[in-house]
């Protein structure tokens, strides 16, 4: 450990418990340069919460389906504190909502929400979709509590289940594709400057609140143009409703 007033330092050990890994793997990210060489005294290598934040970056990615070499050639282009810049940016988009939280809940309340029974294949497909998880033979955990409460909602009101699911892949779809074209945006117009210019330490509350900041932004903007998308559509199908009625029953 470093003198009080010095930045904190750790073995190996620490740094890999800290960081959630194993020592030999901590060693295997050294040996392919993925994080700088420790200071060392003696045979004794001391790390820092520098390595500790790239190791975590290492290990979130790796989570999320990127590959090492992916990541090592993404990192080994990078400055020492993107690590940590990283890290902060993923926070900022997978903060905890607290209207929004995994629930656990019995299949047949579930069944009983959209009107169906316990056995109904819509639980099943739902499972599928990534939207259920199923916990035990009575129980299933909501994975988005937000889009199966109002989907099983939908049911109950007459929808039917195939409706229902064969909605749920188009929406994500579509969502995706305006994600997407949200963060190139974002990317280019706040983060880029940011990027070129080295990272500041002093500009990243500024930036990291810019990106905070525009998240729901965007999410009112969707929720407000699929609300008059919605609205119109429904008119043109009712009149075009009320058309083929005209055609079916002819003034006598």
Same mark, same amino acid.
């Given at each position: ?36 060489? =420790? ?35 993404? #990192?080994?282009?990078? =400055? ?9 940016? #993923? ?101 880029? =400057? ?6 500041? =330490? ?51």
């Amino acid at each position: 450990m470093a003198d009080a007033g010095h930045t904190e330092e750790f073995t190996i050990d620490v740094l890999a418990e800290r960081a959630g890994m194993t020592v030999r793997n901590v060693r295997a990210y050294s040996t392919r340069g993925l994080i700088d060489p =420790p200071r060392l005294e003696g045979r004794t290598g001391y790390y820092t919460d520098a390595h500790l934040q790239r190791l975590v970056l290492i290990r979130t990615l790796l989570g999320r389906g990127f590959t090492l070499a992916a990541i090592e050639e993404s #990192i080994l282009k990078s =400055p020492s504190t993107a690590a940590g810049v990283a890290l902060d940016l #993923i926070n900022i988009f997978e903060a905890e909502s607290d209207e929004d939280p995994t629930e656990l809940i019995d299949r047949a309340e579930l069944a009983s929400l959209a009107g169906v029974n316990p056995d109904h294949e819509l639980l099943a497909q739902m499972i599928e979709l990534g939207l259920l998880e199923q916990v035990d033979e009575n129980t299933v955990r909501m994975l988005q509590p937000g889009v199966v409460r109002p989907g099983s909602a939908a049911v109950s009101l007459g929808l039917s289940p195939d409706s229902v699911v064969d909605i749920v892949p188009h929406m994500r779809d579509h969502l995706e594709q305006i994600s997407d074209r949200f963060v190139h945006h974002v990317s280019r117009d706040v983060a880029q =400057p940011f990027l070129d210019a080295g990272l500041p =330490p002093e500009e990243w509350p500024v930036v990291f609140e810019k990106i905070d900041k525009l998240i729901p932004i965007a999410s009112q903007v969707v929720v407000a143009m699929f609300r008059s998308v919605l609205r119109e559509a429904i008119e043109v199908e009712i009149g075009h409703k009320l058309e083929e009625l005209a055609i079916e029953r002819p003034a006598e």
